[in-house]
């Protein structure tokens, strides 16, 4: 009995002594006359227990009955299901078999099957809170996942995703690198979709920032220094009219950082539940399953019904801006070197100021070279290097020539005809006469 029971008990015996009015112990205890007439008829009855609900200690009504749990717990213990969390869990077992519970009755279940452990909460470092933008499409934060996605089931594989600031809806695609053409094929699909962002945030990576090379044991900080061409993504960016926004921190773009640990829970168990094995299998689990429920789930709406992309114009060639670009100088036999290989203008595509110019190489994601200058494109074909000129060898100086021992004649030294090693250490420096010639030769 609570002491809410036994406070209760005390004003109805006293209503039963007529030591206070049935209307005043209902006022006391908050409940209308007429309950205070069932509960002194239940008290004759029943005795004290007539305060205390009849069903305490009773199985509820709607408990669900064991086999149910006994199934969802197996369910839960099969290998596939390893590592789920109750709300996870929860939404499998109602998807996937019918089994209609609550999020809070699946973690019982779990807890005591030892499926799963309650961790405690622990204070972790707090960082300035930032707003998120207003508008779809004023900012996008841009980064990606390196993880064992497919579990040791398939090839290696990387998640690059996009996420809007504004709204958190996704935009992920599962590649095979994270290189700069995969980047490109991600961004170019999305500038197809939505449009031409206001801005993109990402880390400091090479994609995205071009290294400064400094000698060891200097600081990069400090230091006057020329700015840095940019990147093939930077220089894309800014052909597109898309401002660059470097994160000093990885919880600068947390909103991109968690919906990695998100994927790398939620992605990962609904791929092994549907048995991905392969990237094309994964992307269209991505694109089919996943997605809809991120969307629907994890977006919010924007504070602001505008959309900030922007339409694609005729001067923005995808083909061209999403290529590799580098500048070459016109030779003036109007070739130009690049990768190892000498090409050749066309002759027709030759005009004024083009000798000696600085032209655009763009090597495409499609494998073709373009050459422009200016606004024009020129054709240009593989040509046989040119034969390299080996500078001729240096002639070789003559030998010394020494004045033999027997005439006044110069002429190259030879010993085996030259004077013994004595014979040269008595002379002493001396011409050897001829009456010392023959006695030697005695």
Not at 93 to 107: C, G, N, P, W, Y
Not at 169 to 185: A, I, Q
Request: a positive charge; charged letters at 35%; one cysteine or more.
């Amino acid at each position: 009995m609570t002491q809410a029971e036994r406070d209760r008990l005390v004003a109805l015996k006293k209503a039963k002594k007529k030591l206070i009015t049935q209307k005043q112990a209902a006022e006391e205890l908050g409940i209308t006359g007429r309950q205070v007439r069932r509960l002194l008829e239940g008290i004759k009855r029943r005795g004290d227990k007539a305060v205390v609900h009849a069903l305490r200690g009773e199985p509820s009504n709607r408990k669900i009955d064991e086999e149910t749990e006994q199934k969802a717990v197996a369910i839960l213990s099969e290998p596939v299901y390893l590592g789920f969390r109750p709300t996870l869990a929860a939404e499998y077992l109602a998807k996937k078999h019918d089994i209609q519970v609550s999020r809070e009755t699946v973690r019982k279940w779990m807890i005591k099957a030892k499926l799963w452990r309650p961790r405690r909460q622990k204070v972790e470092e707090v960082h300035v809170w930032r707003p998120r933008r207003s508008r779809f499409g004023e900012l996008l934060q841009w980064d990606t996942s390196n993880h064992d996605w497919l579990e040791g089931r398939g090839e290696e594989m990387l998640l690059i995703n996009m996420i809007d600031d504004a709204t958190s809806r996704w935009f992920p695609r599962f590649v095979g690198s994270d290189s700069t053409e995969e980047n490109l094929n991600l961004l170019e699909r999305y500038v197809k979709k939505y449009g031409r962002p206001l801005g993109v945030y990402t880390d400091r990576a090479a994609l995205f920032q071009t290294a400064v090379k400094t000698k060891r044991g200097e600081s990069r900080a400090g230091k006057d220094r020329a700015e840095l061409p940019p990147t093939q993504i930077g220089r894309a960016l800014q052909e597109l009219d898309i401002a660059w926004i470097p994160a000093h921190s990885p919880q600068a773009k947390g909103r991109v950082e968690r919906g990695f640990q998100t994927a790398q829970d939620r992605l990962v168990k609904g791929m092994r539940v549907a048995g991905v094995r392969t990237m094309e299998e994964a992307n269209r689990y991505l694109e089919t399953e996943f997605l809809p429920w991120v969307n629907a789930t994890l977006a919010v709406a924007p504070a602001s019904a505008d959309d900030a992309h922007r339409p694609l114009g005729k001067q923005h060639d995808l083909a061209a801006i999403l290529s590799h670009v580098e500048s070459r100088q016109v030779d003036n036999d109007y070739t130009i070197r690049w990768d190892g290989k000498l090409y050749q203008i066309a002759r027709k595509d030759v005009c004024a100021g083009l000798r000696g110019a600085t032209v655009r190489v763009e090597k495409r994601r499609d494998g073709c070279r373009m050459v422009r200058f200016r606004d024009r494109y020129f054709g240009v074909t593989i040509c046989e290097s040119r034969p390299k000129v080996k500078p001729p060898k240096p002639a070789r100086p003559p030998r010394p020539a020494v004045r033999s021992a027997q005439g006044g004649a110069w002429k190259n030294f030879d010993l085996k005809k030259g004077p013994k090693v004595w014979q040269a250490a008595g002379m002493g420096g001396r011409k050897e006469t001829d009456h010392e010639i023959s006695k030697g030769k005695d």
